[in-house]
Nanobody, 119 residues
Framework: QVQLVESGGGLVQAGGSLRLSCAAS????????MGWFRQAPGKEREFVGS????????YYADSVKGRFTISRDNAKNTVYLQMNSLKPEDTAVYYC????????????WGQGTQVTVSS
């Protein structure tokens, strides 16, 4: 069982930046892929990006490519989502999730953190 706790959300003006953190309880994340998702009011949850813990390979949705960056800190068992050039349409609850490598289903989810971008 992997427990995930997000933090770092808040209110920011358009064009600003925020960094979200996701702390994982699991000490050996080398076999996991960590993902970030978001869900805006009235919309379905959408994939934002992911990082393969072993090796650090990242993937991003087209909507955030070039603006968002995912990284991880092995010593802290923490994954980060650096969000720059934020837009009002980035407003959503952001979730951290984990899945075992070579699987397609994210099994473990955090509680989410609210990001609000004002225009």
């Amino acid at each position: 069982q992997v427990q995930l706790v997000e933090s770092g959300g808040g209110l920011v003006q358009a064009g600003g930046s925020l960094r979200l953190s996701c702390a994982a309880s699991e000490r050996t994340l080398s076999t996991y892929v960590m993902g970030w998702f978001r869900q805006a009011p009235g919309k379905e949850r959408e994939f934002v990006g992911s990082i393969v813990w072993s090796g650090g390979l990242t993937y991003y949705a087209d909507s955030v490519k070039g603006r968002f960056t995912i990284s991880r800190d092995n010593a802290k068992n923490t994954v980060y989502l650096q969000m720059n050039s934020l837009k009002p349409e980035d407003t959503a609850v952001y979730y951290c999730a984990a899945r075992r490598a070579r699987t397609t289903t994210y099994t473990f989810w955090g509680q989410g953190t609210q990001v609000t971008v004002s225009s």
